[in-house]
């Protein structure tokens, strides 16, 4: 690991804090906080507790909070109770005090807007829900998730979708991010092992496959209106599959995203495990570089930044130190204009004054991520 650079990392990171604008989104810098499950929403709502947990980290400078999955206007979105929703008068009201504590510290606000298609929820698996609905009744290569969905049922939740994202642009929020990643209901119609569907939302295409996400984007779009920015989160690993590609080559992928760039998707935000991995062969480019190659959409890049291993080993030996050197990597990502944003996830769990700390080289003051930190509640991190 190169030293040099990492004795002044306020002048390593300073490219880093260009501000971006993309329509709405109008961020101070180029940091963003990723999407992060926490599960103290009881009842669905987000509680002030939650509108500080966001503050604080708008506070030390991240420009952009892209929030935890928040349940979509419909009533088999999420599989645990207290995940938050993003509908009805109380859950919106959570949100809107979250929205109001994130502006008043020049941070930019933007839900991430969930639904979990066939999918149990792995913390909380006895938790009450809806029954829920999938493609084809599988949430992944030979397990049974969710009842099949009639075109009804696909009707509605493409309406539930936009309905809260017309939710959002009223209250005040910046843009919306739609979780298409992790193996959700998104990515169950993209993988054809959990797409087994033979009408226009299946197909041996990936391309075809993505027909129900351009419609989700097509109506949120309709609901927001042409100035409202649209980010939708993607990836090739899968809950069930970690070494899943739905990509093999730069002309999958833009098979995949090209129907969903034409729909109205302004940005894309590629979630990886490690982001300084190559995509794909013969070329240094991580997933979000070939995004935005093969789209020409501004991307967010995410996947261990500043830790020493990704989130699935976490998930087994639990904790992770600071890992500084990959920043380079980062800066040197960023200035060969393969992403326009970066999202910091367990760094910011575990310390909401990580960037600020880094920058003032405090590091020994920085906070290990522990994978008990997600079942805290807010109020201590």
């Not at 088999?76 to 502006?103: C, I, M, N, Q, T």
């Not at 295409?205 to 419609?215: K, L, V």
């Not at 480019?285 to 261990?304: A, D, F, Q, R």
């Not at 998930?315 to 990597?329: A, C, K, N, Q, T």
Request: with cysteine; net charge negative.
């Amino acid at each position: 690991m190169s030293t040099a650079p990492l004795d002044d990392l306020a002048a390593l990171l300073a490219p880093l804090h260009a501000p971006f604008e993309c329509k709405s989104l109008k961020a101070p810098n180029r940091f963003c906080m990723a999407p992060m499950s926490r599960y103290f929403a009881p009842g669905g709502v987000l509680g002030d507790d939650g509108a500080e947990y966001y503050r604080r980290r708008a506070a030390a400078g991240i420009g952009t909070i892209i929030t935890e999955g928040t349940g979509v206007a419909i009533d088999h979105a999420v599989a645990a109770d207290s995940v938050p929703l993003f509908d009805g008068d109380e859950p919106l009201a959570g949100w809107k005090g979250a929205v109001d504590a994130v502006h008043a510290e020049g941070g930019m606000f933007v839900p991430q807007l969930w639904h979990v298609g066939g999918c149990i929820d792995f913390n909380f698996p006895d938790s009450p829900h809806a029954p829920l609905v999938s493609p084809s009744g599988f949430a992944g290569p030979d397990v049974e998730g969710g009842r099949a969905m009639t075109q009804q049922d696909i009707d509605n939740t493409v309406a539930a979708f936009a309905k809260s994202a017309r939710f959002a642009k009223e209250m005040g929020c910046d843009a919306i991010e739609l979780h298409g990643a992790h193996g959700y209901i998104f990515d169950q119609f993209f993988w054809d092992r959990t797409n087994l569907r033979n009408d226009r939302y299946g197909g041996v295409d990936i391309a075809d496959r993505a027909t129900f996400a351009a419609e989700v984007v097509a109506a949120c779009r309709a609901a927001v209106g042409d100035d409202f920015a649209i980010i939708l989160r993607v990836s090739q690993w899968k809950t069930y599959d970690y070494d899943v590609k739905l990509a093999a080559n730069p002309d999958e992928l833009h098979r995949w995203l090209d129907p969903l760039a034409r729909a109205g998707v302004d940005i894309f935000h590629a979630s990886q495990r490690r982001f300084w991995e190559p995509e794909f062969e013969g070329d240094q480019k991580n997933l979000g570089g070939w995004i935005k190659e093969v789209t020409g959409k501004p991307v967010i890049t995410v996947g261990s930044i500043g830790m020493d291993r990704d989130l699935m080993q976490d998930f087994v030996e639990g904790v992770s130190s600071p890992m500084l050197g990959r920043l380079e990597d980062l800066v040197a990502m960023f200035e060969r204009d393969e992403f326009d944003l970066v999202a910091l996830g367990r760094v910011l769990l575990a310390d909401p004054n990580w960037l600020e700390k880094v920058e003032q080289r405090r590091i020994d003051e920085l906070t290990p991520y522990n994978r008990d930190i997600a079942l805290k509640h807010y109020e201590h991190s």
